[in-house]
T-cell receptor
Framework: NAGVTQTPKFQVLKTGQSMTLQCAQD?????MYWYRQDPGMGLRLIYYSASEGTTDKGEVPNGYNVSRLNKREFSLRLESAAPSQTSVYFC???????????FGQGTRLTVV | KNEVEQSPQNLTAQEGEFITINCSYSVGISALHWLQQHPGGGIVSLFM???GKKKHGRLIATINIQEKHSSLHITASHPRDSAVYICAVAKRTSGSRLTFGEGTQLTVNP
């Protein structure tokens, strides 16, 4: 039982390059989230998906797109990376009733 | 002003000390979470509270809904407790989406 699997763990991109961060959960949860974590700030919500087939913008969606491919997988895409997107990215999924949140291991992204 | 404020931002303690981390919030909530982030970066849930108090091992979490305040206590602290502790709230208007505090960096020295 892997929980939440997030790949890659590290990535360096040049400005303007694109990439997709992958997230998969094996807990049969409906909701999935993408957050970014920056120094001196709490985690901020980029996009979320309340159920398969739906996605919604969070607090800081600009420069990102998402796909909820199926119930298990929720990917985050940077079409044209910018240095301001240097951050640590976390995928997360809560249990029904929000009793507990499960996080992926994080992706440390650097855009140069 | 952040909707979720934690204090202190940084805390250094000696092994064995009793530790308290505070969290204040300014919005109506349905639940409050305490999370732990280890130096390797992974985040794990410690507690979810909607009222009262919960205990797990040496960790105790309390919440006062009227005062919009929660505390995380660690008894008999140990170097392995060194981590960032994060408070997060589920706002009544936001379903299961969480709003996070900035975190408290705890270092416990042997």
């Amino acid at each position: 039982n892997a929980g939440v699997t997030q790949t890659p763990k590290f990535q360096v991109l040049k400005t303007g390059q694109s990439m997709t961060l992958q997230c998969a959960q094996d807990m049969n949860h409906n909701s999935m989230y993408w957050y970014r974590q920056d120094p001196g700030m709490g985690l901020r919500l980029i996009y979320y998906s309340a159920s398969e087939g739906t996605t919604d913008k969070g607090e800081v969606p600009n420069g990102y797109n998402v796909s909820r491919l199926n119930k298990r997988e929720f990917s985050l895409r940077l079409e044209s990376a910018a240095p301001s997107q240097t951050s640590v990215y976390f995928c997360a999924t809560p249990t029904k009733g929000n009793a507990e949140a499960f996080f992926g291991q994080g992706t440390r992204l650097t855009v140069v | 002003k952040n909707e979720v404020e934690q204090s202190p931002q940084n805390l250094t303690a000696q092994e064995g000390e009793f530790i308290t981390i505070n969290c204040s919030y300014s919005v109506g909530i349905s639940a409050l979470h305490w999370l732990q982030q280890h130096p390797g970066g992974g985040i794990v849930s410690l507690f979810m509270l909607s009222s009262g108090k919960k205990k797990h091992g040496r960790l105790i979490a309390t919440i006062n809904i009227q005062e919009k305040h929660s505390s995380l206590h660690i008894t008999a602290s140990h170097p392995r407790d060194s981590a960032v502790y994060i408070c997060a709230v589920a706002k009544r208007t936001s379903g299961s989406r969480l709003t996070f505090g900035e975190g408290t960096q705890l270092t416990v020295n042997p």
